[in-house]
């Protein structure tokens, strides 16, 4: 199991404080293209970590990832992704998947472990689990893997940046052929790509975005 | 526009440093039960804003937000999302939606803005155009707009702790309820719920996450 106690690495990859997230959130960029400077193994391990600490409903954690480094297997992936650049330049690609399944296999485990650790109580197991699995039946699969997913790969993507590094989210690929070329089973679905590594100067610029009062309402939609 | 130099508060709301994001990711329950204390107004506006800085495809940001703090209107949603008490007690809930038609209205505009930043050329614009919406057309709108809207709210989840509030992420509600209940339009999706102030301890136990080395997988699906 992922440890919350995890020492996780408190500096930027140049030994700096982590940036604070105002900045991570203000300097981030969907970098267009990369340096090859690798991302250190253990740095890695604590962006993927604190993903996986995302939280998800009934702790369920349908994602699952797959890490693309080598070059050959970026080549590929940049070959099901419109050919973008950025896929074979990053050091990392990771394929951000949810896998509508997965409950199915996972749900008593997971109430077990929660129970372990003093969530619920072995009396109200089996309600715990009919509840979920009443609530699951109900939702749109592929839209509840998205929800989740993005969460997590969320987590990751400001980690990322957070110890320094850059990062670019894409949805821009043929779900169909990065299936077949990692394969990815028939109820999983790609959910998006994240690349990490360093940019290469000059990063984007900042296309700008709505006012606050064009998307966010007051107790009611339109209502600014 | 939402402003990139926007003087973003950088303390929390005791007055110490933001939480590092390491502690925020380590520490976020999604909190069972709220106390009434309320979020500051000026808090509220950053949580929001750095949330309005996720990154969408094209820049498209198809998500919106309604900020429920009215306590009739507090009932009102909790009476849409099976009675669950928190959603009556955190002093604001946000009903983090996806709008599927935005695209079509706004994507003129944020081209043209764009180009104003120095994104794209004057001359590239009507191609830049035409390759959105021929992506566009070729996605699952539901699935689009949940992915996009759940970095946003995403940001906004780690903002608050990061500032020293606590959080809820909700996906149980019955989406038809909401919409009707705040006047949301047909064709636009309510994605999740965000309830933000303080937890009224004790706060919920981690109930534990699965192993890296059983979601992380390495150059191919099922690869450890």
Same mark, same amino acid.
């Given at each position: 199991?992922?440890?919350?106690?995890?020492?996780?690495?408190?500096?930027?990859?140049?030994? &700096?404080?982590?940036?604070?997230?105002? &900045?991570?959130?203000?300097?981030?960029?969907?970098?267009? !293209? #990369?340096?090859?400077?690798?991302?250190?193994?253990?740095?890695?391990?604590?962006?993927?970590?604190? +993903?996986?600490?995302?939280?998800?409903?009934?702790?369920?954690? /349908?994602?699952?990832?797959?890490?693309?480094?080598?070059?050959?297997?970026?080549?590929?992936?940049?070959?099901?992704? #419109?050919?973008?650049?950025?896929?074979? &330049?990053? /050091?990392?690609?990771?394929?951000?998947?949810?896998?509508?399944? *997965?409950?199915?296999?996972?749900?008593?485990?997971?109430?077990? &472990?929660?129970?372990?650790?003093?969530?619920?109580?072995?009396? =109200?197991?089996?309600? *715990?689990?009919? *509840?979920?699995?009443?609530?699951?039946?109900?939702?749109?699969?592929?839209?509840?893997?998205?929800?989740?997913?993005?969460?997590?790969?969320? !987590?990751?993507?400001?980690?990322?940046? =957070?110890? +320094? #590094?850059?990062?670019?989210?894409?949805? +821009?690929?043929?779900?169909?052929?990065?299936?077949?070329?990692?394969?990815?089973?028939?109820?999983?679905?790609?959910?998006?790509?994240?690349?990490?590594?360093?940019?290469?100067?000059?990063?984007?610029?900042?296309?700008?975005? !709505?006012?606050?009062?064009?998307?966010? #309402?007051?107790?009611?939609? +339109?209502?600014?």
């Amino acid at each position: 199991m992922v440890d919350i106690n995890y020492p996780f690495r408190t500096t930027q990859i140049n030994g &700096e404080p982590l940036k604070p997230l105002t &900045e991570v959130i203000r300097q981030r960029r969907a970098t267009l !293209h #990369f340096t090859p400077e690798p991302v250190p193994r253990d740095v890695l391990e604590n962006i993927l970590r604190l +993903g996986l600490l995302a939280p998800s409903g009934y702790n369920l954690q /349908p994602w699952r990832f797959i890490l693309v480094e080598d070059e050959a297997h970026r080549r590929k992936l940049q070959a099901a992704a #419109f050919n973008q650049a950025k896929v074979a &330049e990053a /050091p990392v690609v990771i394929i951000a998947c949810g896998d509508k399944q *997965a409950y199915r296999r996972d749900l008593d485990e997971i109430i077990e &472990e929660g129970i372990r650790r003093g969530v619920g109580t072995p009396e =109200a197991k089996e309600k *715990a689990k009919q *509840a979920a699995l009443q609530f699951l039946d109900s939702q749109e699969m592929n839209v509840w893997v998205h929800r989740h997913t993005m969460i997590a790969v969320t !987590h990751m993507m400001l980690a990322a940046e =957070a110890y +320094g #590094f850059d990062t670019a989210p894409m949805e +821009g690929f043929e779900e169909d052929k990065v299936k077949q070329a990692f394969d990815i089973p028939e109820s999983v679905r790609v959910v998006c790509l994240l690349a990490i590594g360093h940019a290469r100067m000059p990063d984007k610029k900042f296309p700008g975005r !709505h006012d606050l009062k064009r998307v966010v #309402f007051h107790e009611q939609w +339109g209502r600014s």
